[in-house]
Protein backbone atom coordinates (compact mmCIF):
# COMPACT_ATOMS: atom_id res chain seq x y z
CA UNK A 1 0.00 0.00 0.00
CA UNK A 2 1.43 3.73 -1.02
CA UNK A 3 2.06 6.07 1.80
CA UNK A 4 -0.53 8.35 1.82
CA UNK A 5 -0.52 12.52 3.13
CA UNK A 6 -1.91 13.47 6.61
CA UNK A 7 -4.84 14.87 5.31
CA UNK A 8 -7.79 11.67 5.01
CA UNK A 9 -7.75 10.04 1.82
CA UNK A 10 -8.23 6.35 1.18
CA UNK A 11 -7.66 3.95 3.92
CA UNK A 12 -6.66 6.82 6.12
CA UNK A 13 -5.80 5.12 9.21
CA UNK A 14 -3.31 2.98 7.47
CA UNK A 15 -0.54 5.71 6.00
CA UNK A 16 2.32 3.51 5.39
CA UNK A 17 0.65 0.29 7.00
CA UNK A 18 0.56 -2.65 5.46
CA UNK A 19 -3.48 -4.21 3.69
CA UNK A 20 -3.18 -6.12 6.58
CA UNK A 21 -3.36 -3.30 9.32
CA UNK A 22 -5.99 -1.93 6.70
CA UNK A 23 -7.91 -5.14 6.67
CA UNK A 24 -8.21 -5.51 10.34
CA UNK A 25 -9.06 -1.70 10.82
CA UNK A 26 -11.57 -1.33 8.07
CA UNK A 27 -13.24 -4.44 9.35
CA UNK A 28 -12.17 -7.41 7.46
CA UNK A 29 -12.48 -10.20 9.85
CA UNK A 30 -10.29 -13.22 8.50
CA UNK A 31 -8.03 -12.95 11.34
CA UNK A 32 -9.04 -10.61 13.83
CA UNK A 33 -7.59 -10.09 17.25
CA UNK A 34 -8.38 -13.08 19.66
CA UNK A 35 -9.84 -10.73 22.09
CA UNK A 36 -12.79 -9.09 19.89
CA UNK A 37 -13.44 -12.63 17.89
CA UNK A 38 -16.29 -13.20 20.46
CA UNK A 39 -18.13 -10.60 19.23
CA UNK A 40 -18.80 -12.02 15.40
CA UNK A 41 -19.26 -15.30 16.58
CA UNK A 42 -21.78 -14.33 19.16
CA UNK A 43 -23.84 -11.73 16.88
CA UNK A 44 -23.77 -14.01 13.67
CA UNK A 45 -25.71 -17.07 13.50
CA UNK A 46 -24.06 -20.45 11.64
CA UNK A 47 -23.46 -19.95 8.31
CA UNK A 48 -24.41 -21.71 5.44
CA UNK A 49 -23.06 -21.81 2.19
CA UNK A 50 -19.59 -21.20 3.72
CA UNK A 51 -17.58 -21.93 1.03
CA UNK A 52 -18.69 -18.64 -0.75
CA UNK A 53 -16.97 -17.02 2.60
CA UNK A 54 -13.89 -18.74 2.01
CA UNK A 55 -13.74 -18.10 -1.10
CA UNK A 56 -14.54 -14.10 -0.39
CA UNK A 57 -12.07 -14.05 2.51
CA UNK A 58 -8.92 -15.47 -0.65
CA UNK A 59 -10.05 -13.37 -2.71
CA UNK A 60 -9.96 -10.08 -0.50
CA UNK A 61 -6.15 -11.38 0.39
CA UNK A 62 -5.19 -11.51 -2.82
CA UNK A 63 -6.48 -7.78 -3.59
CA UNK A 64 -9.24 -9.31 -6.11
CA UNK A 65 -12.08 -7.02 -4.25
CA UNK A 66 -14.26 -7.17 -6.65
CA UNK A 67 -14.41 -10.93 -6.96
CA UNK A 68 -14.37 -10.72 -2.86
CA UNK A 69 -17.79 -8.45 -3.80
CA UNK A 70 -19.58 -11.28 -5.79
CA UNK A 71 -18.49 -14.00 -3.40
CA UNK A 72 -19.92 -12.02 -0.29
CA UNK A 73 -23.06 -11.00 -1.75
CA UNK A 74 -23.74 -14.29 -2.97
CA UNK A 75 -23.07 -15.49 0.47
CA UNK A 76 -25.35 -13.07 2.32
CA UNK A 77 -28.30 -13.98 -0.22
CA UNK A 78 -28.10 -17.28 1.93
CA UNK A 79 -27.22 -15.71 4.94
CA UNK A 80 -28.86 -12.22 5.11
CA UNK A 81 -27.86 -11.47 9.00
CA UNK A 82 -24.42 -12.03 9.02
CA UNK A 83 -22.28 -9.78 10.49
CA UNK A 84 -18.76 -11.19 9.15
CA UNK A 85 -20.41 -11.11 5.83
CA UNK A 86 -21.58 -7.28 5.80
CA UNK A 87 -18.63 -6.27 6.94
CA UNK A 88 -15.99 -7.80 4.77
CA UNK A 89 -18.04 -6.76 1.99
CA UNK A 90 -17.96 -3.35 3.27
CA UNK A 91 -14.20 -3.50 3.14
CA UNK A 92 -14.11 -4.73 0.08
CA UNK A 93 -16.20 -2.02 -1.22
CA UNK A 94 -14.62 0.52 0.42
CA UNK A 95 -11.09 -0.73 -1.69
CA UNK A 96 -13.23 -0.52 -4.75
CA UNK A 97 -13.93 3.21 -3.83
CA UNK A 98 -17.86 2.19 -3.08
CA UNK A 99 -18.03 4.30 -0.20
CA UNK A 100 -21.97 4.84 0.06
CA UNK A 101 -22.28 1.04 -0.25
CA UNK A 102 -19.35 0.33 2.49
CA UNK A 103 -21.40 2.53 4.38
CA UNK A 104 -24.26 0.84 3.77
CA UNK A 105 -22.97 -2.66 4.51
CA UNK A 106 -21.70 -1.21 7.75
CA UNK A 107 -24.71 0.35 8.65
CA UNK A 108 -26.40 -3.31 8.35
CA UNK A 109 -23.87 -4.75 10.56
CA UNK A 110 -24.77 -2.90 12.85
CA UNK A 111 -27.91 -3.20 13.25
CA UNK A 112 -27.30 -7.02 13.66
CA UNK A 113 -24.69 -6.16 16.24
CA UNK A 114 -24.79 -2.81 17.35
CA UNK A 115 -21.99 -2.62 20.08
CA UNK A 116 -19.40 -4.36 17.75
CA UNK A 117 -15.98 -1.92 18.23
CA UNK A 118 -14.23 -2.95 14.85
CA UNK A 119 -17.51 -2.03 12.59
CA UNK A 120 -17.86 1.23 13.91
CA UNK A 121 -14.46 1.57 13.81
CA UNK A 122 -14.85 0.55 9.73
CA UNK A 123 -17.12 3.22 8.90
CA UNK A 124 -15.52 5.66 10.75
CA UNK A 125 -12.82 5.49 8.16
CA UNK A 126 -14.93 4.93 5.37
CA UNK A 127 -16.80 8.60 7.12
CA UNK A 128 -13.23 10.14 7.06
CA UNK A 129 -12.68 9.19 3.30
CA UNK A 130 -16.16 10.67 2.14
CA UNK A 131 -14.81 13.94 4.64
CA UNK A 132 -17.45 13.44 7.05
CA UNK A 133 -15.07 13.79 9.70
CA UNK A 134 -17.80 14.36 12.58
CA UNK A 135 -19.56 11.16 11.80
CA UNK A 136 -16.47 9.96 11.81
CA UNK A 137 -15.16 11.23 15.39
CA UNK A 138 -18.54 10.01 16.26
CA UNK A 139 -18.06 6.10 14.86
CA UNK A 140 -14.69 5.88 16.71
CA UNK A 141 -15.79 7.24 19.99
CA UNK A 142 -18.84 4.27 20.00
CA UNK A 143 -15.84 2.11 18.47
CA UNK A 144 -13.56 2.87 21.59
CA UNK A 145 -16.58 3.15 24.12
CA UNK A 146 -17.11 -0.81 22.94
CA UNK A 147 -13.24 -1.76 23.35
CA UNK A 148 -11.27 0.79 25.56
CA UNK A 149 -7.77 -1.11 24.36
CA UNK A 150 -8.67 -0.44 20.85
CA UNK A 151 -5.53 1.32 20.04
CA UNK A 152 -6.90 1.19 15.93
CA UNK A 153 -9.56 3.52 17.11
CA UNK A 154 -7.48 5.71 19.49
CA UNK A 155 -4.93 6.04 16.36
CA UNK A 156 -8.01 6.78 13.46
CA UNK A 157 -10.05 9.17 15.48
CA UNK A 158 -6.42 11.14 15.99
CA UNK A 159 -6.43 11.67 12.61
CA UNK A 160 -10.15 12.63 11.75
CA UNK A 161 -9.20 15.32 14.89
CA UNK A 162 -6.07 16.38 13.56
CA UNK A 163 -7.99 17.02 9.85
CA UNK A 164 -10.03 19.26 11.91
CA UNK A 165 -7.70 21.08 12.95
CA UNK A 166 -7.53 19.71 16.99
CA UNK A 167 -3.97 18.97 17.24
CA UNK A 168 -4.78 18.67 21.08
CA UNK A 169 -6.82 16.34 20.58
CA UNK A 170 -5.26 14.45 17.72
CA UNK A 171 -1.87 14.07 19.94
CA UNK A 172 -3.89 12.99 23.04
CA UNK A 173 -4.86 10.23 20.93
CA UNK A 174 -1.84 9.16 19.73
CA UNK A 175 -0.27 8.87 22.64
CA UNK A 176 -3.03 6.47 23.76
CA UNK A 177 -2.78 4.86 20.74
CA UNK A 178 1.37 4.29 21.23
CA UNK A 179 0.45 3.21 24.77
CA UNK A 180 -1.40 0.09 23.95
CA UNK A 181 0.20 -0.26 20.68
CA UNK A 182 3.07 -1.01 22.83
CA UNK A 183 1.53 -3.05 25.35
CA UNK A 184 -0.39 -5.33 22.65
CA UNK A 185 3.06 -5.98 21.22
CA UNK A 186 1.98 -3.82 17.79
CA UNK A 187 5.74 -2.55 16.88
CA UNK A 188 4.36 -1.34 13.87
CA UNK A 189 1.38 0.36 15.12
CA UNK A 190 3.43 1.70 18.25
CA UNK A 191 6.19 3.05 15.49
CA UNK A 192 3.69 4.64 13.32
CA UNK A 193 1.93 6.37 16.29
CA UNK A 194 5.24 7.44 17.61
CA UNK A 195 5.95 9.06 14.53
CA UNK A 196 2.83 11.36 14.23
CA UNK A 197 3.41 12.53 17.59
CA UNK A 198 6.67 13.83 16.73
CA UNK A 199 5.39 15.72 13.84
CA UNK A 200 3.05 17.15 16.37
CA UNK A 201 5.34 18.46 18.90
Not at 96 to 116: C, M, V, W, Y
Not at 172 to 186: I, N, R
Request: charged fraction near 25%.
Amino acid sequence: MKPIQMAVTLIALTSAFELGRAQIAMGYVANYETERQSQWSQASPIPTNTKLLEQGHKKQEQEDFVGAIADYTEFLKSNPNHVEGYSNRGFARAMTNDLQGAIQDFNRALEISPNNADVYNARGNVNAMVGNLSASIRDFNRAIRCDRNFADAYYNRAISRHSLGDRRGAKLDLSQAAKLFQQQKDLGGYQQAREWIDKLK
